[in-house]
């Protein structure tokens, strides 16, 4: 049986995931910072782990506690909703801290293993941000496209050692806890200057047409894990979808 960690494995994607790898008899490394025996039914097959990507010991008895991995899903991440102008930059830097150093962080203490195997998936889970740009995200948005071109450099970096590397890109999912993992309320982001600009934009987020479940999530990085074509890209949900086909 091959082995997967997934982080950020709470709730929302990561823990999707970590449903569908299970039910198709994967063993699964589920991580979390703080772990729950209830998040998931209990298997043989299964492992749940406290995990920090942005603690470098962490991550470090992480790995070491999970052994031999045939793939890595990086999805833990935090979000942020508001004017950058009244952003806080400590609390800008803590995004960047997880949805981008936490990312490379994990992979770099991944490859070794991989490397020397030569095989092996690393999965970055980032956003339909950086397919088409989204008001009042910039700074999640910065975050997100840093790993994409992180990893479209990579997949030419590792597959010299026949490691491969994935982008999964979500839609809009109002169902996920986008912004509670988080120190800073969308409402104290939004000065009274932005509120005619914000206001019909926060009305399309309330009734979209198109989004994302999280079931459309795990089905992509199943997908991702086992592809064999090259493919690099895998949006996931239909907004998702249909933004790709206007990008690309």
Request: charged residues 20%.
């Amino acid at each position: 049986m091959k082995t997967i960690l997934i982080t950020g494995c709470s709730s929302g994607y990561g823990l999707e995931s970590a449903r569908y790898f299970l039910s198709r008899d994967w063993n699964v490394i589920a991580t979390m910072r703080t772990p729950r025996e209830d998040a998931l039914p209990r298997a043989q097959s299964l492992r749940i782990l406290s995990l920090d990507v942005t603690d470098e010991k962490s991550i470090a008895a992480t790995i070491k506690a999970a052994g031999p991995i045939d793939a890595l899903v990086n999805n833990a991440g935090i979000g942020v909703v508001g004017a950058f102008e009244v952003t806080p930059l400590s609390h800008i830097r803590k995004i960047f801290e997880t949805n981008t150093f936490g990312v490379m962080a994990m992979t770099q203490a991944v490859i070794p293993q991989m490397r020397e195997r030569r095989s092996g998936v690393i999965v970055n889970v980032t956003s339909s941000t950086t397919l088409a740009p989204f008001p009042l995200a910039a700074a999640y948005t910065a975050s997100k496209q840093a790993i994409l071109g992180f990893t479209a450099s990579l997949a030419h970096e590792l597959g010299h050692f026949n490691i491969h590397t994935k982008l999964i890109e979500p839609g809009y999912a109002p169902t996920t806890k986008f912004t509670q993992n988080t120190e800073v309320r969308v409402e104290d982001l939004i000065p009274r200057a932005y509120a005619d600009f914000a206001a019909p934009i926060f009305a399309e987020f309330a009734r979209p047409a198109l989004t994302t479940k999280e079931s459309d999530v795990a089905e992509a990085v199943w997908l991702a894990v086992n592809d064999t074509s090259g493919k690099l890209h895998f949006p996931a949900g239909a907004d998702a979808v249909a933004l790709s086909r206007d990008v690309r």
